[in-house]
């Protein structure tokens, strides 16, 4: 029996099929393995992929592409406000929930997220059965580490309201140790992994315990500030400032024009990882001016230098939270189209250079591959024993931290969960205040990486009696889906309050 694995990214998708017992990526009705997850809106129809994407300049407005970045999340999510900024497609609020509003022909319509998003997943199922030769839904689909449990939901009923039977939900990085068989060829022994993704938008830094089958995330890093589009752009201010030395116009501020620049750059860019040099041709650029420009891997490389320290520089970061240094690491493995850029792979063999870099499978297609691995594990056409299954233990994403004043008046904060706690976690923890007190408050806190701490709530214990000193057993348990529930009791009076902060959306 076959079964489906599916990496939908913030720019593309893959999907990989499982049969026969291997797992290969399927090419799509284009030709093209890997689908821009681009979805173009017209008269009477809905245009998904490279075409959706070559066509952008000419139907903007109806063009939705990063849609991943808004899926389970509310109107005023900042993450939301940021994409309606960004993109060209309408973003509106009806009833605090996140539609695109499409003006293709002579009405007017307002699309959800999840609607844009079942699309792509059609795109993929249509994929896998025309290569197959049958109807298979049985998939597994992959989600970023950060993802929260209401993100999570959206992409599980997009993909199901396309046809899929989802299996299960995975975390990028497992599957991506799951497409290089890390952690099946040893039963015992613990090893450190470090998985460094570069998509379309985002760079993601994990690193991994891998003990017998079982993977245990120690620390993860997103940047959404850095991807293969920030150097994209990169090289097409550059090819603008090349128009504007020969033909003295500038075209930095046409929109259309730009967006021209941008895919003639995106396909140099991708020419640079293979070559040493590039053409990049735009015909009618400005005024009916072609532009053709040859661009060399050197001088992209210098463009997108510091771009490039960017994308390195959080490993060490990530490591040192983590207690962990280079030598530490047994293994890195590269995921995400950008990671085929050769000058970023030569910094990271710098950086470890007595690691193994696991990079023989194509980066955009190493997440796929293990989705649909991880697909055949499930519908038991592998050969492999359940308990020889890998699986993913959820952990706390970020430190959780209670707030109390010392002797002294001082904050003090106390870390209980720090970032990396397996799920369901229970912590206990007593605070102490002086016996003249008649109110104690209690903050909870959570803190980011090298980031302040963000207040999540708070409990305030009043009318408390006189005693010596006031005693305050504080329970705090996280729940696998990110959610927090505190309570308080004084040990002198009974006291109690509780508060439950609901998982991040």
């Not at 735009?282 to 891997?297: A, E, K, M, T, W």
């Not at 870390?415 to 369901?424: I, Y």
């Amino acid at each position: 029996m076959a079964a489906i694995g599916v990496h939908f990214g913030y720019t593309c998708a893959c999907v990989a099929v499982f049969k026969d017992g291997r797992a290969d990526v399927v090419a799509n009705d284009a030709g093209d393995r890997v689908t821009p997850a681009v979805v173009a809106y017209r008269d009477t129809e809905q245009i998904v992929g490279i075409a959706a994407k070559q066509g952008r300049f000419r139907n903007a407005a109806n063009t939705v592409v990063k849609v991943k970045q808004v899926l389970g999340r509310s109107f005023e999510d900042p993450e939301t406000q940021t994409h309606g900024s960004e993109t060209k497609c309408q973003v509106v609020n009806r009833d605090q929930k996140v539609f695109y509003e499409i003006s293709a022909g002579d009405q007017t319509d307002f699309v959800s997220p999840e609607n844009v998003a079942k699309l792509i997943f059609n795109k993929m199922k249509e994929t896998a059965q025309s290569a197959v030769g049958s109807d298979i839904t049985e998939a597994v689909i992959t989600v970023p580490f950060e993802f929260a449990h209401a993100q999570k939901r959206a992409l599980r009923e997009a993909a199901e309201a396309a046809g899929f039977h989802v299996l299960r939900l995975i975390h990028e990085p497992a599957a991506a140790l799951l497409a290089y068989d890390v952690g099946q060829e040893s039963s015992s022994g613990k090893s450190h992994v470090l998985v460094w993704k570069l998509g379309g938008t985002s760079l993601s830094v994990t690193v991994l315990q891998v003990n017998g089958g079982m993977f245990r995330v120690l620390n993860t890093h997103t940047d959404h500030s850095i991807g293969g589009e920030s150097f994209t752009q990169a090289l097409a201010l550059h090819l603008a400032a090349e128009f504007k030395r020969t033909f003295k116009h500038d075209v930095s501020s046409n929109v259309r024009a730009m967006l021209k620049l941008m895919s003639g750059a995106d396909m140099a860019k991708h020419s640079l990882s293979s070559l040493g040099s590039a053409n990049c041709f735009v015909d009618s650029l400005y005024d009916g001016v072609d532009f053709d420009c040859s661009i060399s891997r050197a001088r992209f490389e210098l463009l997108c230098s510091s771009l490039f320290n960017k994308s390195i520089q959080p490993i060490r970061v990530l490591l040192e939270v983590a207690g962990l240094s280079t030598t530490d690491i047994n293994k890195v493995v590269l995921c995400g189209g950008s990671a085929r850029i050769p000058r970023l792979q030569q910094m990271i063999r710098e950086m470890f250079p007595d690691v193994e870099l696991l990079s023989s499978a194509p980066p955009d297609e190493v997440i796929a591959v293990g989705a649909a691995l991880q697909a055949g594990l499930l519908v038991g056409r592998d050969g492999l024993r359940p308990e020889e299954e890998s699986v993913t233990v959820d952990v706390s994403a970020t430190d959780i931290l209670l707030k109390e004043l010392n002797e002294s008046g001082a904050e003090l904060f106390t870390v209980l969960l720090p970032a990396g706690t397996p799920l369901p976690a229970r912590r206990h923890h007593v605070l102490r205040g002086g016996g003249t007190l008649s109110s104690l408050c209690v903050g909870i806190y959570q803190r980011l990486v090298s980031m302040q701490p963000e207040k999540l709530a708070q409990i305030i214990l009043r009318d408390l009696q006189p005693s010596e000193e006031h005693n305050v057993d504080t329970v705090l348990t996280m729940k696998r889906d990110g959610s927090l529930h505190v309570s308080c009791v004084d040990q002198s009076s009974g006291r109690s309050e509780v508060v439950t902060v609901a998982a991040a959306s």
